[in-house]
Nanobody, 115 residues
Framework: QVQLVESGGGLVQPGGSLRLSCAAS????????MGWYRQAPGKQRELVAA???????NYADSVKGRWTISRDNAKNTVYLQMNSLKPEDTAVYYC?????????WGQGTQVTVSS
């Protein structure tokens, strides 16, 4: 069974930065395209960034140019470097595979952007 553990969230002021991590276990992590998703209160979960097994990346327009997704296959970990954070980035952030059936969702990590 795949387990996903997200970490790195917190409270940050607008314009600040955070780096999220997601450690995966129970799967051959390196072969999957991985994504970072977020869910704000009252909204549907949305994909914000994805990275293929070979390192190609894609971003939602709302975060393009501000955030960077990366992965370390040796550590079964995917990262999300978030710069220039905005209040509208406040949400719970999750990682999961992108494409195909999602694995069981982890607990997520809360990101709150507020002054």
């Amino acid at each position: 069974q795949v387990q996903l553990v997200e970490s790195g969230g917190g409270l940050v002021q607008p314009g600040g930065s955070l780096r999220l991590s997601c450690a995966a276990s129970g799967t051959l992590f390196s072969i999957y395209t991985m994504g970072w998703y977020r869910q704000a209160p009252g909204k549907q979960r949305e994909l914000v960034a994805a990275i293929t097994s070979s390192g190609s990346t894609n971003y939602a327009d709302s975060v393009k140019g501000r955030w960077t997704i990366s992965r370390d296959n040796a550590k079964n970990t995917v990262y999300l470097q978030m710069n220039s954070l905005k209040p509208e980035d406040t949400a719970v952030y999750y990682c999961n595979r992108w494409g195909g059936s999602a694995w069981a969702w982890g607990q997520g990590t809360q990101v709150t952007v507020s002054s």
